[in-house]
């Protein structure tokens, strides 16, 4: 089922679920429960990102029940940047709060959300102060993460990689996610100018089944951190980034030369016994300059594609202040 752009409601909640067939039941109950509560208009938006147990046919009797309940359903697992990506595609609310869908997220801490969106944020994260996970594999990687998040963006958050985060309609509609790339959205928005808030949230141990990140996903986590660096500094001048790499290897190897023919001429020795591998590695730094030249100038090419192409601006307008004056003619 699509939605078209009409008929908003106050808040949508987009939930990514894969394999949470034991919560599900609970989670929408108590949803449900806090959203009546706070007399807005709701709908939420669950998005079966291929799941493989009961979680489709459990999502299926749900919306037979109630009609707030929109039901995504990808065609495989995606992934929960693609996941989140589809849910705010076909959510209509003003307000968009995402979390996850193991009951480590507190339904009931919603409104908090909410409230803080009203406020005069645009995004507002949810900051997990009293973490209950692994030392090793969870709390030092995501520690480490999220300080090397808050260096790079500049956005001062203490938890970057936390699901549960409201959002202005307006913000969402703007950002693009793929990879894993919806980890750092408050990054992302605060380079297009948005205004970013946090609020403590409980940390609680998920009731049914196991955690599906270890320390493998450590490595996930770390190339997300070099694009994010890349897209925030670079995103639309990447010559500046590959020509710098290129200015350092051509420096280089032009320091290597001048001292392997200052030593060829001045005191006559043989380049290729003396030398051999040192010109070697000029030689490849040479070409490796040259490469990054090309490099950037294709990586020009392509962003003006990109944005000519799908007419993208390279700024964000939060609003538009204009006096309108009569002029006798």
């Known amino acids: 089922m699509q939605h078209s752009g009409q008929n908003k409601v106050d808040c949508s909640i987009v939930v990514p679920l894969y394999n949470e067939a034991e919560s599900l039941q609970e989670l929408h109950e108590r949803l449900t429960r806090t959203m009546v509560r706070t007399g807005l208009s709701y709908e939420l938006v669950f998005v079966d990102d291929g799941s493989t147990d009961q979680t489709p046919l459990l999502l299926a009797a749900i919306t037979e029940k109630d009609d707030r309940v929109i039901i995504v359903e990808l065609r495989r697992n995606f992934g929960k940047s693609a996941a989140y990506a589809a849910g705010f595609d ?11 869908g193991d009951l480590q997220h507190l339904p009931e801490d919603i409104p908090r959300f909410i409230d803080k969106i009203n406020a005069g944020y645009d995004v507002v994260c949810g900051w997990r102060q009293r973490r209950i996970d692994s030392l090793v594999t969870r709390r030092i990687p995501s520690w480490l993460a999220n300080r090397l998040a808050s260096k790079i963006s500049g956005v001062e958050i203490h938890d970057f990689g936390g699901g549960f985060k409201a959002y202005k309609r307006e913000l969402v509609s703007e950002l693009g996610l793929y990879s894993e790339i919806h980890r750092f ?19 609680i141990r998920r009731p049914h089944g196991k ?61 290729h016994v003396a030398h051999g591998p040192l010109a070697a590695l000029a030689a490849v ?37 204009r006096t309108e004056k009569n002029v006798d003619g």
């Open 211 to 271: 955690s599906r990140y270890g320390l493998g996903r450590i490595l996930d986590v770390a190339f997300d951190l070099v694009t994010l660096g890349f897209l925030l500094g670079y995103m639309t001048r990447p010559m500046y980034f590959f020509g710098k790499l290129a200015f350092c290897c051509i420096i280089s190897a032009l320091l290597m030369s001048t001292y392997i023919l200052y030593d060829k001429f001045v005191y006559y020795v043989p380049i």
């Open 90 to 100: 076909f959510s209509r609310g003003t307000i968009i709060v995402s979390m996850d």
């Open 285 to 321: 730094l040479l070409l490796g300059g040259l490469i990054f030249i090309s490099t950037g100038l294709i990586g020009e090419m392509l962003c003006r594609i990109y944005f000519e192409s799908t007419n993208k601006k390279i700024y964000s307008v939060r609003r538009v202040y």
């Open 185 to 203: 959205i408050p990054a992302l928005a605060s380079q297009r100018g948005a205004k970013i808030g946090e609020i403590p949230i409980e940390n």
